[in-house]
């Protein structure tokens, strides 16, 4: 497994890159198959892509965010909206200090919201960050690899995070996803957390999970970061 970025100072001062992004994950149950570092994994293994198809500087992970509605189950950590703003925008100024000024934020957890305000705030002057993947470039993705679930569905520790790290990582991928599968909804899943609408952590259908799917997700996602290439004016 090789998440982390390896470059030297040589190497970076030789790429002179004028972006930065930054993998930012959770610290947070997925089920008795998938470990606790999943949405961190999935977000490196974005980054590892990106960095190898774009002139981007690949900074190491943000590996514990805001995972509040899984808090009840074991080995979940979480730290405050506040506090991932906090480090999110000092990481951004420090950039800034070392010529760096653009920086895509790579999230793999939907409860970072805080991460949108982070965003939108930087922008006020000029065209300086971007979160992705987008919601569109999520469904976009889904698409292109043919699966089965959507996202609504396939919420947590289902058909697409499993399909990535099956392709990326399958090392991390231990034996029960096949049998996994739990949908429901949860209309006050803020209110009432994940342990109120499943008991196994899982809300998805990782069985219908394939590496083949998540080279073909990996695929779209890593043309679809042209375009915020192009919003940041780097193209």
């Not at 993947?133 to 919420?155: I, K, Q, T, V």
């Not at 394939?210 to 997700?217: C, I, M, P, R």
Request: charged fraction near 15%.
């Amino acid at each position: 497994m090789n998440l982390l970025p390896a470059i030297t100072t040589v190497d970076a001062q030789e790429q002179a890159p004028r972006v930065a992004v930054l993998p930012i994950g959770s610290y947070e149950q997925h089920g008795g198959y998938l470990p606790l570092i999943t949405d961190t994994a999935i977000a490196c293994v974005m980054v590892r892509e990106l960095a190898a198809t774009y002139p981007v500087l690949a900074l190491p992970p943000i590996s514990i965010a805001c995972s509040h509605e899984h808090g009840m189950w074991a080995g979940t950590v979480s730290i405050s909206a506040r506090t991932l703003h906090t480090v999110v925008t000092d990481i951004a100024e420090s950039l800034k200090a070392s010529g760096i000024r653009k920086l895509v934020l790579v999230n793999a957890h939907g409860g970072n919201y805080v991460l949108s305000n982070i965003v939108q705030e930087a922008n006020l002057t000029e065209p300086r960050m971007t979160l992705f993947p987008s919601g569109r470039e999520w469904d976009r993705a889904r698409e292109h690899a043919a699966l089965e679930s959507n996202g609504h569905d396939d919420m947590h520790a289902g058909e697409i995070e499993t399909s990535i790290l099956l392709h990326a990582e399958p090392s991390l991928v231990r034996p029960g996803y096949e049998s996994a599968d739990h949908l429901s909804e949860r209309p006050f899943l803020l209110t009432l957390g994940m342990k109120a609408y499943t008991e196994t952590g899982v809300i998805g259908s990782p069985s219908y999970a394939t590496a083949e799917k998540g080279k073909a997700v990996l695929a779209s996602l890593t043309a679809s970061f042209g375009d915020h290439l192009a919003a940041l004016g780097e193209v």
